[in-house]
């Protein structure tokens, strides 16, 4: 505790202190433990007294690990001495004009100036010379697949018109054609949950997919399934997310549904009916891979796997009575893939299990990163709210790795990011070891099953009882804290806006959109299996004016009888000719082409859309 007035210097005293400093040194640490302890001194009579209570405990065994050391002594028992007097950069303090003889300061007061005094302290240090170590531990062994993994011969495909090569599995070349679509490509610009706007630190559906990736390979390499059937799923889960996150893929499914009134001519009751089906971005992902992705002469999409497919499409929740699995698969996959009307779907083949976990994994750790990192939920505050018991063995974790950052003798350029590394690096350590634990177990009590086909609906691979707790726990303390926060509110609203805006406007005035879009609703026209459809396809972007017109103002507006619509949804008969069913199938391939056209955007290119179309 420093003083105003400057008292005499004692240098003789001062020269007493550092000698008994020393002595005590080499006499051992118990006497110096005992000076560390709080001492308070009288301002009237200058009389020092001396509290029992020693200084906070983890402060205190830091100062005193430091002390053991005679170099590390000597500079610290006077204070100019760290300062490095010949150096610009000085901390300004005088031992003897600053405080008085005898005089103990408690570091819990001066916390900036002991972290100071600490840096400099550690950088004056030898540093420890790390030689190279050789590892004698061998890890590789021949990777042989569980009875219960998908084996190269279970491989099936629509398409058996081109050749593997010989140095290629089939489920290589999977992820080889994920890797090479377009969809692939522009999920670098697609947003997570924060906006563009946030800086390039926060994720993307591009950067998830790779953790995704990253965390799934790891759960499957332990359960010794196939690494590329898993690496493929894990690639090509999201690439039929929207721009703008959820917000977009939610938008797109209201407006269809005729929550978000565009301008779409409909009755409640046939919105109601769902006539213009749904959007999630699951089906949407299989659509891209099997029909949007031009790629070959001979087929639409990118004839990966069946496998592929169905891991895709279950990663994530199904809504089998909402949204028509017709409307994003082709007949002959839908023939292989087992759909249940159960809430939860299960995918058959294990490396698809492996993806949605992982996914779940994935998403816990980078929401919590971009929540801590964002200043929306502070590091205190995140750590508060896992002192609960069913949270207690991932609390201990995380404590653990801040003491050891907190007394660690390495100079930390930020300490508050390498925290949060190593938080969320814990999170997703911890569920990952969870999910092997107890899927070893399950897959070790059914490899009597002898393999894996496509009516499985086993969940081999999940989180036991306390992860499964641990990790609805921490999805609702970020919802609470980051999806539900008002920035990330605002940025959902103008998102919802942007959608809206330039689905109307493309419904109103086809021919805005892309010209690879319009004559996409061309040919969907011209093969259509109702022969009045197909006979009245009219090319929106290479006809007489008049009959263009005409033909938008009829798709567009034209009020249609909603019972028979009804009953045309209701049989699905294609025999039916009546005037409105043909209006009404032309309206629906506009639609579904405006939504497949706008789920594919990304953040930049809609922005930039809506800017031209205002």
């Given at each position: 505790?420093?003083?105003?007035?400057?008292?005499?210097?004692?240098?003789e005293?001062?020269e007493?202190?550092?000698?008994?400093a020393?002595e005590?040194?080499e006499?051992?640490?118990?006497k110096?433990?005992?000076?560390?302890?709080?001492?308070?001194?009288?301002?009237?009579?200058?009389?020092i007294t001396?509290?029992?209570?020693?200084?906070?405990?983890?402060?205190?065994?830091?100062?005193?690990a430091?002390?053991k050391?005679?170099?590390?002594?000597?500079?610290?028992?006077e204070?100019?001495s760290?300062?490095?007097n010949?150096?610009?950069?000085k901390?300004?303090?005088?031992?003897d004009?600053?405080?008085?003889?005898?005089q103990?300061?408690?570091?819990n007061?001066?916390?900036?100036?002991?972290?100071?005094?600490?840096?400099?302290?550690?950088?004056?240090?030898?540093?420890?010379?790390?030689?190279?170590?050789?590892?004698?531990?061998?890890?590789?062994?021949m990777?042989?697949?569980?009875?219960?993994?998908?084996?190269?011969?279970?491989?099936m495909?629509?398409?058996?018109?081109?050749?593997?090569?010989?140095?290629?599995?089939?489920?290589?070349?999977?992820r080889?054609?994920?890797v090479?679509?377009?969809?692939?490509?522009?999920?670098?610009?697609?947003a997570?949950?924060?906006?563009?706007?946030?800086?390039?630190?926060?994720?993307?559906?591009?950067?998830?997919?790779?953790?995704?990736?990253?965390?799934?390979?790891?759960?499957?390499?332990?359960?010794?399934?196939n690494?590329?059937l898993?690496?493929?799923?894990?690639?090509?889960?999201?690439?039929?997310?929207?721009?703008?996150?959820?917000?977009?893929?939610?938008?797109l499914?209201?407006?269809?549904?005729?929550k978000?009134?565009?301008?779409?001519?409909?009755t409640?009751?046939m919105?109601?009916?769902?006539?213009?089906?749904?959007?999630?971005?699951?089906?949407?992902?299989?659509?891209?891979?099997?029909?949007?992705e031009?790629?070959?002469?001979e087929f639409?999409?990118?004839?990966?796997?069946?496998?592929?497919?169905?891991?895709?499409l279950?990663?994530?929740?199904?809504k089998?009575?909402?949204?028509d699995?017709?409307?994003?698969?082709?007949?002959?996959?839908?023939?292989?893939?087992?759909?249940?009307?159960?809430?939860?779907?299960?995918?058959?083949?294990?490396?698809?299990?492996?993806?949605?976990?992982?996914?779940?994994?994935?998403?816990?750790?980078?929401?919590?990163?971009?929540?801590?990192?964002?200043?929306v939920?502070?590091?205190?505050?995140?750590i508060?709210?896992l002192?609960?018991?069913k949270c207690?063995?991932?609390?201990?974790?995380?404590d653990?790795?801040?003491?050891?950052?907190?007394?660690?003798?390495?100079?930390?350029?930020?300490?508050?990011?390498?925290?949060?590394?190593?938080?969320?690096?814990?999170?997703?350590?911890?569920?990952?070891?969870?999910?092997?634990?107890?899927?070893?177990?399950?897959?070790?009590?059914?490899e009597?099953?002898?393999?894996?086909?496509?009516?499985?609906?086993?969940?081999?691979?999940?989180?036991?009882?306390?992860?499964?707790?641990v990790?609805?726990?921490l999805?609702?303390?970020v919802?609470?804290?980051?999806?539900?926060?008002?920035?990330?509110?605002?940025?959902?609203?103008?998102?919802?806006?942007i959608?809206?805006?330039?689905?109307?406007?493309?419904?109103?005035?086809?021919?805005?959109?892309?010209?690879g879009t319009?004559h996409?609703i061309?040919?969907?026209t011209?093969?259509?299996?109702?022969?009045?459809?197909?006979?009245?396809?009219?090319?929106?972007?290479?006809g007489?004016?008049v009959?263009?017109n005409?033909?938008?103002?009829?798709i567009t507006s034209?009020?249609?009888?909603?019972k028979i619509?009804?009953?045309?949804i209701?049989?699905s008969?294609?025999?039916?000719?009546?005037?409105d069913?043909?209006?009404?199938?032309?309206?629906?391939?506009?639609?579904?082409a405006?939504?497949?056209?706008?789920?594919?955007?990304?953040?930049?290119y809609?922005?930039e859309?809506?800017?031209?179309?205002?």
């Amino acid at each position: 505790k420093g003083e105003t007035s400057q008292p005499e210097k004692e240098p003789e005293k001062n020269e007493s202190v550092k000698d008994d400093a020393e002595e005590e040194l080499e006499n051992g640490t118990d006497k110096i433990e005992q000076k560390l302890g709080v001492y308070y001194i009288d301002e009237t009579t200058g009389e020092i007294t001396r509290d029992e209570v020693t200084v906070a405990g983890e402060l205190q065994e830091a100062i005193v690990a430091k002390l053991k050391e005679a170099s590390v002594l000597s500079e610290t028992c006077e204070v100019q001495s760290v300062s490095v007097n010949d150096s610009e950069d000085k901390i300004d303090l005088d031992v003897d004009a600053d405080f008085r003889y005898g005089q103990y300061v408690l570091m819990n007061d001066m916390d900036s100036l002991y972290d100071e005094l600490k840096e400099r302290i550690i950088a004056n240090k030898k540093e420890t010379d790390y030689s190279l170590i050789e590892n004698k531990n061998k890890c590789e062994k021949m990777y042989e697949l569980c009875v219960l993994a998908q084996k190269d011969e279970q491989s099936m495909r629509i398409y058996h018109n081109d050749s593997i090569g010989e140095n290629r599995t089939e489920f290589q070349r999977d992820r080889e054609r994920v890797v090479n679509c377009k969809a692939f490509r522009r999920l670098v610009d697609k947003a997570q949950i924060f906006g563009s706007e946030k800086g390039d630190y926060y994720r993307t559906r591009m950067t998830h997919t790779l953790e995704v990736n990253q965390i799934a390979k790891a759960i499957a390499y332990a359960l010794k399934l196939n690494l590329d059937l898993t690496e493929a799923i894990a690639l090509g889960h999201d690439l039929g997310h929207t721009p703008f996150g959820h917000q977009g893929e939610r938008t797109l499914d209201d407006i269809l549904c005729g929550k978000i009134d565009i301008g779409i001519n409909a009755t409640p009751k046939m919105f109601e009916g769902r006539c213009f089906g749904g959007f999630k971005h699951n089906y949407q992902s299989a659509k891209v891979l099997t029909e949007i992705e031009e790629k070959y002469k001979e087929f639409s999409g990118l004839n990966v796997s069946v496998q592929v497919i169905e891991g895709v499409l279950k990663h994530t929740k199904l809504k089998p009575e909402q949204i028509d699995l017709a409307d994003f698969l082709p007949k002959e996959y839908i023939d292989k893939i087992h759909i249940s009307n159960e809430k939860v779907q299960v995918c058959s083949n294990l490396e698809g299990q492996v993806v949605a976990i992982a996914d779940e994994i994935a998403q816990r750790g980078h929401d919590v990163d971009d929540a801590l990192t964002s200043g929306v939920m502070t590091i205190d505050e995140f750590i508060d709210r896992l002192k609960i018991d069913k949270c207690r063995e991932l609390y201990n974790k995380i404590d653990t790795e801040i003491k050891d950052i907190e007394n660690s003798q390495r100079l930390i350029i930020d300490k508050k990011e390498l925290v949060i590394s190593r938080i969320v690096t814990v999170i997703i350590n911890y569920f990952i070891q969870k999910t092997i634990q107890n899927s070893l177990r399950l897959v070790k009590e059914n490899e009597k099953l002898g393999g894996i086909s496509f009516d499985n609906t086993k969940v081999l691979v999940c989180f036991p009882n306390d992860a499964e707790r641990v990790n609805g726990y921490l999805e609702k303390v970020v919802q609470k804290k980051v999806i539900c926060n008002n920035e990330v509110a605002r940025a959902d609203y103008n998102a919802s806006m942007i959608v809206q805006n330039l689905f109307a406007k493309y419904y109103k005035n086809p021919r805005l959109l892309h010209s690879g879009t319009v004559h996409k609703i061309f040919l969907e026209t011209l093969k259509h299996e109702n022969r009045e459809v197909s006979n009245s396809a009219i090319n929106l972007s290479d006809g007489s004016i008049v009959l263009v017109n005409k033909e938008i103002e009829e798709i567009t507006s034209k009020s249609l009888d909603e019972k028979i619509i009804l009953e045309y949804i209701k049989k699905s008969d294609s025999l039916y000719t009546q005037k409105d069913v043909v209006i009404f199938e032309k309206r629906r391939i506009l639609v579904r082409a405006i939504t497949d056209y706008i789920a594919g955007m990304t953040d930049g290119y809609a922005l930039e859309e809506y800017q031209k179309l205002r």
